[in-house]
């Protein structure tokens, strides 16, 4: 990739490379695709594309959850000058409202997706009422089931380095989508540093389950890995979901070098893992693990790696990195070779422009940082105060970056373009930090992102869901991630403005909960009563307040009363079910305790998340180890059904060894 300038220019010189693309569709189910035959399936998608008017310069919505048709339809834009713009399919209705509103943004964009795809989308329209929204996009939907014929190759266009590759849309937009705007440049700015740094080569072996909605799987696992000519290897999400442990059996198997995962990912690993013994496994070829997205936990990096080590991976595989779409992907990673490792601060003395202070081991205060490795080549990083003016080593400033890899702006949006940069041209990230020792620490963020399952969500956005309830309005609701001393990750708490009784309050915690379930998939751990909204002189909702208030266990005495209240609504004799179904129920609701369940619920129609099912599986395991897989959920999706199966199982007689 040394002198090519456009990302088309890069497709169309891996015509040569003897690599290829493993799109690993179960445990002993793949489809490989050579660098070649990638080219020129592109190319034969563009003819098909052009041939229905898609032109250089339109925009191409790709809405699809296979990755084999996102990676064909994805480059065939590309190499048309046409720039595509990828949306995840998700299980949420959110998913699709923010497909309806990136395409009005858009304005006449063109959707690349599936017969399935569309169907849904239709049916969703019109049950609220968007028919006409739907069927401007179904004028300009190309059906990936309708290919019949790729045999005739489209001539690329003259991409210019300049030219928009494509936009990335934040994974936390729904009522005003937010675009990043990468160039062919920017991506391949960002490449070449992350490539230096890390040291890629065509010996290595990638692999990733990480969506190719995200910047982390779409950038830093597909580009910059076809970019160096690696053979790649891609594992739908879901798969990684409901099986997690076929990732390092993918990983042994193909002798992957290079992988990722953010924290989440580990942990949800580390949980269906559990007491289990892996066999077979040896993944002393795997080099670098990378560990980003979302704030990284220590404890459970050490827990992963000491779970890792007698398979032979290497304490120095891990990689803590920091980055973010608006950078094409990576910031600051530590140099190959280096442990990770992490400074123990004071958490009380990390406000923006306090210098961090070191403490001792046990130290009730004591915050773990994990440190982020120093700015990567092409790109620059600066901390600095309220006045945009550089703070020393140690002290809290605010996160600003620029440099070839830094996007120009988001997508038609000029007062958010103005917000987020200087006077001289650094961008304004919304992370807060400090520098320690030369390398990156992140110490929060300013604009109060929540980060859950390894998705950045805005706090707005939530409440915007959450004040569909009845009685609720705008400001009596507020949503914030707060992270409980000692736990690897963030929990989604909502504070709701209430002065009435508590018994009151139940159906309306259990309806926020639901909303914001039903409509973002996310899951609620906490729905707060409080009687005033902390804002401030200017009105708006200090929502830090709330979390540190939650923290302190001021609420303590609220969520007491209500867990009470609720066993007191719903005792154990009130449901007509079988024995089998009360238990189930019961596992159920712990891990969904603001929805009120019925035996003949579909958990899907509910809102359940994949993570969510995870949980009810492992309670599920607890009561009766080894009798119901993770795989038989989807399969025996109410109580009901459940319940039936796990009676025939329980009742089958024990065969002889």
Request: hydrophobic content about 45%.
């Amino acid at each position: 990739m040394k002198d090519v300038q456009t990302l088309v220019e890069l497709l169309l010189a891996h015509r040569r490379t003897r690599r290829h693309i493993g799109y690993l569709e179960g445990e002993d189910l793949e489809r490989r695709v050579t660098y070649a035959e990638l080219c020129e399936r592109a190319l034969g998608i563009l003819w098909r594309l052009q041939r229905r008017g898609a032109a250089r310069g339109d925009h191409l919505i790709l809405f699809l959850s296979n990755n084999e048709a996102f990676i064909d339809g994805f480059w065939a834009a590309l190499a048309g000058g046409i720039v595509p713009v990828p949306v995840a399919v998700g299980i949420s209705d959110e998913h699709r409202w923010k497909l309806l509103r990136i395409a009005c943004q858009l304005g006449e964009p063109w959707l690349y997706t599936d017969r399935k795809g569309l169907q849904k989308l239709s049916a969703f329209a019109t049950e609220v009422g968007e028919q006409e929204a739907f069927q401007a996009i179904e004028r300009r939907a190309f059906l990936i089931d309708e290919i019949e014929d790729i045999g005739r190759a489209a001539d690329p266009a003259d991409v210019r380095p300049g030219d928009i590759a494509f936009i990335q849309y934040s994974s936390g937009s729904t009522s005003e989508p937010k675009g990043v705007v990468l160039t062919h440049a920017n991506l391949l700015a960002n490449t070449r540093g992350a490539t230096e740094v890390a040291g890629f080569t065509d010996q290595d072996v990638s692999l990733s389950w990480m969506p190719l909605t995200h910047d982390l799987g779409l950038i830093g696992f597909f580009i910059m890995m076809f970019a160096n000519g690696i053979q790649l290897n891609l594992m739908p999400t879901d798969l990684f979901i409901r099986r997690p442990l076929l990732w390092t059996t993918f990983l042994s198997r193909h002798r992957a070098t290079l992988t990722a995962s953010p924290n989440f990912g580990y942990r949800h690993y580390l949980k269906v893992l559990g007491e289990r013994e892996l066999t077979g496994i040896d993944l002393s070829a795997l080099r670098l693990i990378f560990n980003g997205a979302e704030p990284i936990s220590l404890s459970l990096c050490d827990e992963f790696m000491e779970r890792m080590a007698p398979f032979g991976l290497a304490r120095t595989a891990m990689r803590p990195v920091y980055g973010l779409a608006e950078a094409s992907l990576v910031m600051t990673t530590p140099a190959v070779g280096q442990r990770y490792r992490a400074i123990r601060v004071d958490r009380h003395a990390l406000a923006l422009g306090q210098v961090a202070r070191e403490v001792a081991p046990g130290d009730a205060s004591a915050l773990e940082l994990m440190l982020l490795g120093r700015t990567i080549p092409y790109a620059g990083l600066r901390l600095v105060d309220d006045a945009d003016q550089p703070v020393p080593p140690r002290m809290v400033g605010h996160v600003q970056i620029r440099g070839a890899n830094v996007t120009g702006g988001y997508f038609r949006a000029p007062a958010a373009n103005a917000a987020a940069f200087t006077s001289d041209g650094w961008l304004r990230t919304g992370d807060l930090g400090l520098e320690w020792d030369g390398e990156l620490a992140i110490t929060g963020r300013a604009k109060e992102i929540i980060f859950v399952n390894g998705q950045n969500y805005y706090p707005h956005d939530l409440e915007a869901i959450a004040q569909r309830a009845a009685g609720l309005e705008l400001g009596k609701v507020a949503a914030a991630g707060c992270q409980p001393p000692g736990a690897d990750t963030e929990r989604l708490v909502l504070f709701v403005l209430h002065r009435g009784p508590l018994a009151d309050f139940l159906p309306v915690a259990r309806e926020v909960a639901h909303l914001v379930n039903e409509h973002a998939g996310l899951e609620v751990a906490e729905v707060v009563p409080i009687r005033r909204m902390p804002k401030t002189t200017s009105g708006k909702i200090q929502r830090v307040a709330l979390e540190q208030a939650w923290l302190a266990g001021e609420f303590a005495a609220e969520t007491t009363e209500l867990t009470r209240l609720r066993a007191a609504a719903h005792p154990a004799g009130g449901v007509s079910a079988s024995g089998l179904e009360l238990r189930l129920l019961a596992i159920v609701e712990s891990v969904l305790p603001d929805r009120r369940v019925e035996a003949d619920d579909n958990l899907f129609d509910i809102g359940a998340s994949s993570l969510a099912l995870i949980q009810i599986h492992e309670r599920i395991d607890q009561e009766f180890p080894g009798v119901v897989e993770l795989t038989e959920l989807f399969e025996y999706p109410t109580v009901q059904q459940l319940a039936r199966f796990l009676a025939t199982r329980l009742e089958a007689p024990a065969t002889s060894a």
